[in-house]
């Protein structure tokens, strides 16, 4: 082994609550400071040397990975107004192509596209790769189209930090207009398409100002539409699918509100109140016409912890409420879709996602059934007001992605296109199931699994498994596949999803039981499914690595406090390590809007107490034999800085941890580098530290 870097140490200390805590790795915080640009590039060239044996391993999981992927594709074509959208990608290109072509006059089938066979008519709206040229990173962000199609909007990012540059083409002539905003989150076309509506962020990174452009007169003379000071709540905008609304909506992870504009009217004119802000009630609006009557369809939780969907007359919201669909403790409400003649609901029961059919007119929901255990499914691309068909998406842990059309009139799902694996990928060939632990509570946490059948199900003998879990912002972990994951499933690893607290497999009610001053039940949960896998035989604490990413990542360094025992090795990616010092600093980015989701350590003193009781920098303990683990981050990241998993480390090499490393890339964001070739590098290189330490790098 190479000599790790040793950060220096340089006490400085804070004080809350009389507790006085020295951080002597604090002054890593200084990103512009070249003695921390050092330290991440020598942690880089650590990293390097210690994993310099697995080069060969890192290209061929690259080539498999590639070699699975049909490069040059295309996506199911989605019809707005009469234009078929699609985007294709190219073998060799890293980013894709936005494209367009003329649609036939009342012809709602999707044409089938054939990948390498030059589609008539087409129109290239955007090239990524041409958007990227000399650039390190490239991120698109916005990307819209006037409702006559004469525009094209579309929002890039070069840092990886989500800070957005708005641009605008007309599609008639190919020029690109003046009309360039900088420094933006999100933005979209007014209906009329002689605007753009956007919303920028303030110093903490927070959207909290929705603006008007009208095009072509000078961003110096943007109109502010409406300004959110609470400084724990979120801004975000939308129009609704009629076309009639704008809507501005405002929220923390608890709270929520909701505003509206009438489209019909001034764009400027004073946005009307939904339902007034009420501590711990969230609510989101849409907008149908019911039996000639404009109704507002309110999916909300008030005394409703799952949910319950309502509809009030749009022009008197606060007035007579009538239920549309009743809340049912355990089936878990998740959105609402209006269209003209229906609505779709999707919900969660038993741990997987449905998806229903609303009947205006008897409030009946019908729900689609899908055949495989294990399964996720949502209503996607579908911007028409009135289509004869709905467009579904569709996975499991063996099915590929799936687009389907569900015919409304015959209620029969068409199968549109399912991704392509190369390599000759049988879905018999695999098996998934779902087993149960119990957490020292008594809860029982489900756990997905998958693996090949070749090697006998789960059980039948101790197995290499790689364990994934996050638990944090009722986030579920749902079934999906992964090209990259079979590269592993082919070499024997079982790989398994620790359903734990905190997030919102199982309802309301299980993300509750794992935040705040529950949170700890998150870690001991992850801790039970390790030890239910454990025990059953399905796996040996030297046959066992875990992974989480983000919020993930600070599971992941609690659990490696608790039990580290249990783990050969633990992946954190862009790990939220250093919880409590970051909570505690309402001018870091995103601080004060999750002071729901963990608790107030600046003013709390039993929130302080109990954060420090389980984040992961704090409670790195001296002299325990840690598992081998690696740290991936990013420097330009706004959501988890850097910093956090560089003290992290260098408070473990400090405690004693032997085999430790840090990856920073040095130009991306939280979701790593960007283009896909450069995206398969990242995971065959995590993947291949993931199989030597599961003894199977050979």
Same mark, same amino acid.
Not at 259 to 275: C, H, K, N, R, S
Not at 293 to 303: G, V
Not at 420 to 449: C, F, H, K, M, N
Not at 659 to 687: I, P, Q, T
């Given at each position: 082994?190479?000599?790790?870097?040793?950060?220096?140490r340089?006490?400085?200390?804070?004080?809350?609550?009389?507790?006085?805590?020295?951080?002597?790795?604090?002054?890593?915080?200084?990103?512009?400071?070249?003695?921390?640009?050092?330290?991440?590039?020598?942690?880089?060239?650590?990293t390097?040397?210690?994993?310099?044996?697995?080069?060969?391993?890192?290209? *061929?999981?690259?080539?498999?990975?590639?070699?699975?992927?049909?490069?040059?594709?295309?996506s199911?074509?989605?019809?707005?107004?009469?234009?078929?959208?699609?985007?294709r990608?190219?073998?060799?290109?890293?980013?894709?192509?936005?494209?367009?072509?003329?649609?036939?006059?009342?012809?709602?089938?999707?044409?089938?596209?054939?990948?390498?066979?030059?589609?008539?008519?087409?129109?290239?709206?955007?090239?990524?790769?041409?958007?990227?040229?000399?650039?390190?990173?490239?991120?698109?962000?916005?990307?819209?189209?006037?409702?006559?199609?004469?525009?094209?909007?579309?929002?890039?990012?070069?840092?990886?930090?989500?800070?957005?540059?708005?641009?605008?083409?007309?599609?008639?002539?190919?020029?690109?207009?003046?009309?360039?905003?900088?420094?933006?989150?999100?933005?979209?076309?007014?209906?009329?398409?002689?605007?753009i509506?956007?919303?920028?962020?303030?110093?903490?990174?927070?959207?909290?100002?929705?603006?008007?452009?009208?095009?072509?007169?000078?961003?110096?003379?943007?109109?502010?539409?409406?300004?959110?000071?609470?400084?724990?709540?979120?801004?975000?905008?939308?129009?609704?699918?009629?076309?009639?609304?704008?809507?501005?909506?405002?929220?923390?992870?608890?709270?929520?509100?909701?505003?509206?504009?009438?489209?019909?009217?001034?764009?400027?004119?004073?946005?009307?109140?939904?339902?007034?802000?009420?501590?711990g009630?969230?609510?989101?609006?849409?907008?149908a016409?019911?039996?000639?009557?404009?109704?507002?369809?309110?999916?909300?939780?008030?005394?409703?912890?799952?949910?319950?969907?309502?509809?009030?007359?749009?022009?008197?919201?606060?007035?007579?409420?009538?239920?549309?669909?009743?809340?049912?403790?355990?089936?878990?409400?998740?959105?609402m879709?209006?269209?003209?003649?229906?609505?779709?609901?999707?919900?969660?029961?038993?741990?997987?996602?449905?998806?229903?059919?609303l009947?205006?007119?008897?409030?009946?929901?019908?729900?689609?059934?899908?055949?495989?255990?294990?399964?996720?499914?949502?209503?996607?691309?579908?911007?028409?007001?009135?289509?004869?068909?709905?467009?579904?998406s569709?996975?499991?842990?063996?099915?590929?992605?799936?687009?389907?059309?569900?015919?409304?009139?015959?209620?029969?799902?068409?199968?549109?296109?399912?991704?392509?694996?190369?390599?000759?990928?049988?879905?018999?060939?695999?098996?998934?199931?779902?087993?149960?632990?119990?957490?020292?509570?008594?809860?029982?946490?489900?756990?997905?699994?998958?693996?090949?059948?070749?090697?006998?199900?789960?059980?039948?003998?101790?197995r290499?498994?790689?364990?994934?879990?996050?638990?944090?912002?009722?986030?579920?972990?749902?079934?999906?596949?992964?090209?990259?994951?079979?590269?592993?499933?082919?070499?024997?690893?079982?790989?398994?999803?620790?359903? !734990?607290?905190?997030?919102?497999?199982?309802?309301?009610?299980?993300?509750?039981?794992?935040?705040?001053?529950?949170?700890?039940?998150?870690?001991?949960?992850?801790?039970?499914?390790? *030890?239910?896998?454990?025990?059953?035989?399905?796996?040996?604490?030297?046959?066992?690595?875990?992974?989480?990413?983000?919020?993930g990542?600070?599971?992941?360094?609690?659990?490696?406090?608790?039990?580290?025992?249990?783990f050969?090795?633990?992946?954190?990616?862009?790990?939220?390590?250093?919880?409590?010092?970051?909570?505690?600093?309402?001018?870091?980015?995103?601080? !004060?809007?999750?002071?729901?989701?963990?608790?107030?350590?600046?003013?709390?003193?039993? !929130?302080?107490?109990?954060?420090?009781?389980?984040?992961?920098?704090?409670?790195?303990?001296d002299?325990?034999?840690?598992?081998?683990?690696?740290?991936?981050?990013?420097?330009?990241?706004?959501?988890?800085?850097?910093?956090?998993?560089?003290?992290?480390?260098?408070?473990?090499?400090?405690?004693?941890?032997?085999?430790?490393?840090?990856?920073?890339?040095? !130009?991306?964001?939280?979701?790593?580098?960007?283009?896909?070739?450069?995206?398969?590098?990242?995971?065959?290189?995590?993947?291949?530290?993931?199989?030597?330490?599961?003894?199977?790098?050979?």
């Open positions: 082994m190479t000599d790790a870097p040793i950060a220096s340089r006490p400085t200390s804070r004080t809350f609550h009389g507790d006085t805590v020295e951080d002597p790795y604090e002054w890593l915080r200084e990103k512009d400071s070249p003695e921390v640009i050092a330290h991440l590039e020598a942690e880089n060239a650590h390097d040397a210690e994993t310099a044996h697995l080069e060969g391993l890192r290209e *061929q999981l690259f080539q498999e990975i590639k070699g699975r992927v049909q490069e040059t594709d295309l199911v074509p989605t019809r707005r107004g009469e234009w078929w959208y699609y985007s990608t190219e073998e060799g290109a890293q980013y894709g192509i936005h494209c367009r072509a003329a649609a036939a006059p009342d012809d709602w089938t999707p044409p089938v596209l054939e990948p390498g066979v030059a589609v008539p008519g087409e129109i290239v709206l955007l090239d990524g790769n041409v958007e990227a040229e000399g650039h390190e990173f490239f991120s698109l962000g916005a990307f819209d189209t006037t409702d006559d199609s004469s525009l094209l909007l579309w929002s890039t990012d070069f840092e990886g930090d989500e800070v957005y540059t708005v641009h605008v083409r007309d599609l008639t002539t190919g020029v690109t207009l003046d009309d360039e905003i900088p420094g933006t989150a999100s933005a979209f076309f007014t209906p009329d398409g002689t605007s509506i956007y919303t920028t962020r303030d110093d903490a990174w927070r959207p909290d100002t929705l603006w008007l452009h009208r095009l072509g007169t000078p961003v110096t003379d943007d109109i502010s539409l409406f300004h959110e000071a609470d400084e724990k709540f979120w801004l975000g905008a939308g129009i609704t699918r009629s076309r009639r609304y704008l809507v501005i909506g405002v929220g923390s992870s608890i709270t929520s509100e909701e505003y509206l504009v009438d489209l019909t009217g001034e764009i400027t004119a004073e946005p009307q109140l939904v339902w007034p802000r009420e501590e009630v969230e609510y989101s609006v849409d907008h016409v019911v039996a000639g009557e404009d109704r507002l369809f309110i999916l909300h939780n008030r005394d409703a912890l799952d949910f319950e969907l309502v509809s009030v007359a749009a022009a008197a919201p606060a007035g007579d409420v009538h239920v549309v669909v009743p809340h049912v403790a355990g089936r878990r409400l998740l959105g879709d209006a269209f003209r003649d229906f609505a779709t609901i999707e919900y969660r029961s038993e741990g997987l996602e449905r998806i229903g059919l009947d205006y007119s008897s409030d009946a929901v019908d729900e689609l059934a899908f055949d495989e255990p294990l399964y996720s499914a949502g209503v996607s691309g579908n911007p028409e007001w009135h289509s004869p068909y709905l467009r579904l569709y996975t499991s842990f063996v099915t590929p992605g799936t687009v389907y059309d569900l015919d409304l009139a015959t209620r029969e799902l068409l199968l549109r296109k399912r991704a392509t694996v190369l390599g000759g990928y049988e879905p018999g060939d695999y098996g998934q199931q779902r087993a149960w632990a119990t957490a020292p509570d008594g809860t029982e946490v489900p756990i997905s699994l998958v693996w090949k059948r070749s090697f006998g199900a789960p059980g039948d003998d101790v290499p498994v790689h364990l994934y879990g996050y638990g944090s912002y009722e986030h579920s972990i749902d079934p999906g596949f992964s090209v990259a994951r079979l590269s592993a499933l082919d070499r024997g690893v079982i790989f398994a999803v620790a359903h !734990v607290r905190g997030g919102g497999e199982m309802g309301r009610q299980w993300y509750e039981e794992g935040k705040l001053l529950h949170k700890k039940n998150t870690f001991t949960d992850f801790v039970a499914c390790a *030890q239910h896998l454990i025990d059953d035989g399905v796996t040996s604490p030297e046959k066992l690595v875990a992974e989480g990413g983000s919020a990542g600070l599971l992941m360094g609690a659990v490696a406090n608790l039990a580290p025992e249990l050969a090795g633990i992946l954190a990616g862009v790990p939220f390590v250093d919880a409590l010092t970051s909570i505690l600093d309402p001018s870091l980015p995103l601080t !004060v809007v999750e002071w729901d989701e963990w608790g107030d350590p600046l003013h709390d003193p039993d !929130v302080y107490a109990y954060m420090k009781s389980y984040t992961p920098y704090e409670n790195v303990r002299g325990v034999e840690y598992p081998r683990i690696l740290a991936v981050t990013s420097l330009n990241d706004t959501r988890v800085l850097y910093v956090e998993p560089a003290k992290w480390v260098a408070r473990l090499r400090e405690a004693g941890a032997s085999d430790v490393l840090l990856k920073c890339e040095m !130009v991306a964001g939280h979701g790593g580098v960007s283009g896909r070739y450069n995206s398969w590098r990242e995971r065959a290189f995590e993947l291949a530290w993931l199989l030597d330490t599961l003894g199977l790098a050979d």
